[in-house]
């Protein structure tokens, strides 16, 4: 009677395991892309609602200065409008991107460049600026550089609606967000 399997069940058992797996990839890669779009788009409309809690304060939306970083602008947000979680500022699609500890002495949060996955605003603006961007992904992934979406970055836009926005061929980050925002 033999014990075990042969060298050739075993490749065999491999193969039919790394084809399966592979099928799996193919099927369920875009559904997770888009599940991740979606997740992003959501805390976009989140971290929208805070801004508009701001905005009944201040008649602006938070703004740091010019020339600032995103996450000083975001940081603005933070200081000043109580029950947000630093985890809205995660994209499910950038691994890249750490969330920021919250001081348990103090309660407040104090934000850095990697514990933000969204760009912000170059200048002051408003809901009155409907059409001009408030925040975008910082980055997206063509092949096998970049992080975040697919080809894809998901925008939002001072009046409220965040959008998935498809980056074609040739274009980068700064063309998809026409220099209306700061990283």
């Not at 805070?50 to 933070?78: D, I």
């Not at 979680?85 to 995660?90: A, F």
Request: aromatic share 10%; net charge neutral.
């Amino acid at each position: 009677m033999k014990k075990g399997f042969t060298l050739i069940e075993l490749l065999v058992v491999i193969l039919i395991l790394s084809i399966l797996i592979t099928i799996a990839a193919v099927t369920f890669g875009p559904a997770i892309a888009r599940a991740n779009e979606t997740a992003c788009k959501k805390l976009l409309g989140d971290l929208f609602k805070f801004c508009n809690m701001y905005y009944l304060k201040a008649s602006t939306f938070p703004f740091a200065g010019e020339g600032m970083e995103a996450y000083q602008h975001w940081q603005v947000l933070f200081d000043n409008v109580e029950g947000i979680s630093p985890t809205l500022l995660k994209c499910p699609a950038m691994g890249n991107v750490r969330v920021a500890e919250m001081d348990s002495d103090t309660n407040k949060v104090t934000l850095r460049p990697e514990n933000c996955a969204y760009a912000y605003s170059r200048e002051q603006c408003s809901p009155e600026h409907y059409s001009r961007l408030l925040a975008a992904d910082k980055d997206f992934k063509r092949g096998n550089t970049g992080f975040g979406h697919n080809e894809a970055i998901v925008v939002l836009k001072c009046g409220g609606s965040p959008d998935v926005v498809k980056v074609k061929e040739g274009e980068n980050w700064e063309t998809v967000t026409k220099g209306e925002l700061v990283k």
